[in-house]
């Protein structure tokens, strides 16, 4: 189920493309699990959606509310923080966790 409304709405056409990427960013951090935000452009935001994959993966769902031609909007949530296994072993026994 989708929250709503946005938390966040950026409307990245009204920014100088040389800060759009940060600024999309830091705006993403500043929001708490299950809150989201609206990007809103003028393309198909892809390179964005790439970054997030690497930067950013397994905390963000992105999902399109609408696909151009003339304006994108996207819907970039931020994910609860998964459960966290002990990244040593591989294990979730680590540490003496199971019995």
């Known amino acids: 189920m989708m929250p709503t409304p946005a938390t966040s709405h950026i409307d990245v056409r009204t920014i100088e493309p040389m800060q759009r990427h940060a600024t999309i960013f830091n705006r993403f951090d500043e929001l708490q699990p299950e809150q989201w935000m609206e990007l809103v452009s003028d393309h198909d935001p892809?390179?964005?959606?790439?970054?997030?994959?690497?930067?950013?993966?397994?905390?963000?769902?992105?999902?399109?509310?609408?696909?151009?031609?003339?304006r994108w909007r996207v819907q970039i949530r931020r994910m609860a923080a998964a459960a966290t296994v002990a990244a040593d072993s591989g294990s979730c026994c680590s540490g003496g966790a199971c019995g």
């Open 46 to 70: 892809v390179p964005l959606h790439h970054q997030f994959e690497t930067q950013r993966q397994g905390i963000y769902d992105w999902a399109y509310l609408e696909r151009g031609p003339q």
